[in-house]
């Protein structure tokens, strides 16, 4: 009996540290910097530290755009939002394209 192929799935919203790889996953992204905040991690969490992604079913992190192909994959994506693709507004030029996933895409 052969196993069954694990369809890989976006499970939860993540905020990671990029210089201590320190990761904590909630709902939403607001939910997240709010825990980072509550836990004294980082009393003004700024996107230049911590990166919005996403965790997969194995707690695997994945960028906004990673997690994008993943959940459009495995057909979670339940609405496209203009927002991922007018992003490049509220960022910092030349970072990241469309193809972003956001919360509000999947739930």
């Not at 993540?14 to 909630?26: F, H, L, P, S, W």
């Not at 905040?37 to 992604?53: M, N």
Request: proline share 4%.
């Amino acid at each position: 009996m052969t196993e069954p192929t694990m369809i890989r799935l976006v499970i939860c919203a993540a905020v990671k540290n990029r210089e201590t790889g320190v990761m904590i996953c909630g709902p939403r992204h607001g939910e997240c910097f709010n825990s980072v905040i509550d836990l004294g991690i980082d009393k003004q969490p700024h996107g230049d530290i911590w990166e919005c992604g996403f965790v997969d079913q194995d707690n695997v992190f994945m960028s906004r755009k990673g997690a994008w192909k993943v959940a459009d994959a495995a057909g979670q994506i339940r609405r496209p939002t203009t927002f991922e693709r007018d992003y490049k507004s509220h960022r910092r030029a030349n970072v990241g394209d469309e193809g972003l996933l956001f919360s509000e895409n999947l739930y």
